[in-house]
Nanobody
Framework: QVQLVESGGGLVQAGGSLKLSCVSS???????MGWFRQAPGKEREFVACISWSGRSTYYADSVKGRFTISRDNAKNTGFLQMNSLKAEDTADYYC?????????????????WGQGTQVTVSS
């Protein structure tokens, strides 16, 4: 059973940065990893994903150029570096793991999910 635990969320001013981490308790080095977010009153949406090897990444248009997804397979950890944060980035952020190992922006492709970490950006 794979468990994912996110950390690194918090309160930051607009224009600031945060780095989220997602630690896996299982062997997820061959899994693709994705980040999703859910703002209050809205549906969960895709943010970014990375293939098992790290060679392939994909971003939502809303975060492209500001967020960077990465991973350290030796430590079973994924990261989401968030720069130039905006008020509209405020949401609960979730990491997810996809056993297929390939990048996907679809929630249905991810089998394992973390509990989320809250990010609040003040304007």
């Amino acid at each position: 059973q794979v468990q994912l635990v996110e950390s690194g969320g918090g309160l930051v001013q607009a224009g600031g940065s945060l780095k989220l981490s997602c630690v896996s308790s299982g062997r997820t080095s061959i899994y693709a990893m994705g980040w999703f977010r859910q703002a209050p009153g809205k549906e969960r949406e895709f943010v970014a994903c990375i293939s098992w090897s790290g060679r392939s990444t994909y971003y939502a248009d809303s975060v492209k150029g500001r967020f960077t997804i990465s991973r350290d397979n030796a430590k079973n950890t994924g990261f989401l570096q968030m720069n130039s944060l905006k008020a509209e980035d405020t949401a609960d952020y979730y990491c997810a793991a996809d056993p297929d190992g390939l990048t996907s922006s679809h929630e249905r492709d991810y089998r394992y999910w973390g509990q989320g970490t809250q990010v609040t950006v003040s304007s």
